[in-house]
Nanobody
Framework: QVQLVESGGGFVQPGGLLRLSCAASGFTLDDYAIGWFRQVPGKEREGVSCISGRDEFTYSYTSAKGRFTVSRDSAKNTVYLQMNAVKPEDTAVYYC??????????????WGQGTQVTVSS
């Protein structure tokens, strides 16, 4: 059974850091592109970052550029999103998703349940 489970969300002060994890089961992450997305109630979901399949190219979107870093630990079958210098506007539910084509172009066939990140003083 294919499953993605996010963890690591929580409350953090502006300027702080947080690391989100996306653990996969039922498939090998190395073969998939893994994207991070976020969504605020009432707004469209937006892409945050992505790491491609075997070649591990990374992409950052939106205001995450320069602050968030995506990485993969193949031994743990887990992808991480390191969030640095967080801002209140980073508050959202963060999701990871898997694209079996491996190219960060979508569509993403598998999604996790999401983890809440709240940035507030």
């Amino acid at each position: 059974q294919v499953q993605l489970v996010e963890s690591g969300g929580g409350f953090v002060q502006p300027g702080g850091l947080l690391r989100l994890s996306c653990a996969a089961s039922g498939f090998t992450l190395d073969d998939y592109a893994i994207g991070w997305f976020r969504q605020v109630p009432g707004k469209e979901r937006e892409g945050v970052s992505c790491i491609s399949g075997r070649d591990e190219f990374t992409y950052s979107y939106t205001s995450a550029k320069g602050r968030f870093t995506v990485s993969r630990d193949s031994a743990k079958n887990t992808v991480y999103l390191q969030m640095n210098a967080v801002k209140p506007e980073d508050t959202a539910v963060y999701y990871c998703a898997a694209d079996p084509r491996g190219r960060c172009q979508g569509p993403y066939d598998y999604w996790g349940q999401g983890t809440q990140v709240t940035v507030s003083s």
